[in-house]
């Protein structure tokens, strides 16, 4: 392709050469710093979305970047063969960030997910003595855990599980919020419940206050593992290092992912406590690419950001006046979320969430629909008042024209 190839050639090649597994906006972006990207057209737009919160630090912040680039000079990948320099002190610090006990490291929020399902149920043979094949896993319905094959066979979305079964068996699912209905869906046999803190893709929905520490309850009451799904509501997202920090709920494990890549590579990780995570022995789970010493390297330097409180602190005082900003618009049914994240719900009558999201770029904001009339909004957690200015007038624009 010659360099005076355009957006439209672009997005022709896509077209031509990948899966259509996914339907982006007619943008291609060429660069990015901060919460600003810029295509190949040499347009600016303000990034509304953030990687769905892998870009909590923004796009190319200097010292992941630095730390990236001074461990590709040094060794990228050994396999978990050998043991590398950057390994042991990653799992340190992120246990030591996140006060948990033991690290699984891992690559993206399902691989994530996965590790955790493979653990509560291990942990349910053995410690629990639930009988050999038997395990449960209790879900909330309208969830997002990834689109790997076990995952969507406890997905309620159509999108990511028609056509794709014969699905895993071992799930249960209940309505999200709904303490009662979790409580009779407990048995002798059940290993874990997984939930989001807030569920993102469903359309940002928090639930009920005081619903999480009436989960972590019953698990305690039912000897039943509480794992809470984090890779998009954790790591500052909310205004807090994890979304359930917000309850003064502790899970038995949790999953991490996204920003904890600095937007530079995938890097997840289950974290949670030595007696569930001590059970695997050599050659029952593995990931060659998982820990690798250039993910550790961003990982840590991730850890080293979040350990100063500056990026929670940014998401809580921001993400109030970005919910504020919100709530002002007309056209806006409901606004929901905590921090810098916000599920703005779209009145009717209004543009889709896919017709809003093409007028918003045409403004020079990128966002993205979730659900048929939800916007969600993430920005990167380094935004400025300003720049949400920019943003939030642009969404008044599009929704009352």
């Known amino acids: 392709m010659s360099d005076a190839a355009t957006t439209p050639d672009f997005i022709a090649l896509d077209d031509r050469w990948s899966a259509h597994n996914y339907h982006p906006l007619p943008v291609v972006l ?5 919460a600003w990207m810029t295509d190949v057209d040499g347009r600016r737009y303000l990034d509304f979305l953030a990687g769905y919160s892998a870009l909590n630090f923004g796009h190319r912040h200097p010292a992941l970047i630095a730390a990236a680039k001074d461990q590709l000079d040094r060794l990228t990948l050994t396999s978990r063969a050998f043991h590398h320099d950057q390994f042991g002190l990653f799992c340190r610090e992120l246990a030591e960030l996140t ?3 033991m690290v699984l490291p891992a690559n993206s929020g399902a691989e994530a997910v996965e590790s955790a399902v493979k653990l509560a149920r291990k942990w349910a043979y053995q410690v629990k003595g639930v009988p050999d094949g038997t395990a449960e896993i209790i879900v909330a319905g309208s969830n997002f855990h990834g689109r790997t094959t076990t995952i969507i ?5 159509s999108d990511a599980r028609d056509d794709f079964g014969p699905y895993t068996p071992g799930f249960k699912i209940v309505p999200y919020g709904d303490i009662d209905a979790l409580r009779l869906a407990i048995t002798d046999r059940t290993a874990a419940v997984l939930l989001e ?7 940002v929905i928090v639930p009920p206050k005081g619903y999480m520490a009436e989960v972590r309850q019953v698990c305690d009451e039912t000897n039943t593992l509480f794992i809470a799904d984090e890779i998009q509501s954790g790591l500052a997202r909310t205004g807090a290092l994890l979304a359930l ?10 999953t991490l992912g996204k920003a904890l890549g ?3 590579m995938p890097v997840s990780a289950v974290v949670g406590r030595r007696d569930i995570l001590g059970l695997l022995k050599p050659g029952e789970h593995g990931s060659t690419f998982g820990g690798n010493p250039l993910a550790c390297a961003i990982g840590r330097a991730v850890v080293k950001l979040l350990a100063t409180g500056e990026f929670q602190e940014r998401s809580r005082e921001l993400g109030a006046y970005l919910h504020s900003r919100l709530l002002e618009l007309d056209g806006v049914a409901e606004v929901r979320g905590r921090g810098l994240w916000a599920g703005v ?5 209004g543009p889709s969430g896919w017709q809003a999201s093409m007028a918003l770029a045409e403004r020079g904001v990128l966002c993205k629909q979730t659900q048929e009339m939800t916007l969600r909004v993430a920005p990167p957690l ?19 024209n």
């Open 153 to 157: 066979s406890f997905s309620t979305d």
């Open 382 to 400: 380094v935004i400025t008042r300003e720049e949400i200015d920019f943003g939030v007038e642009a969404m008044a624009e599009v929704l009352t």
């Open 245 to 254: 920090d917000h309850e003064g709920v502790r899970a038995d494990m949790y």
């Open 197 to 203: 803190p807030i569920q993102g893709e469903a359309g």
């Open 30 to 34: 060429a660069e990015g710093e901060g």
């Open 99 to 101: 006060g948990t006990e």
């Open 262 to 264: 600095g937007g530079i």
């Open 345 to 349: 719900q779209i009145a009717e009558g």
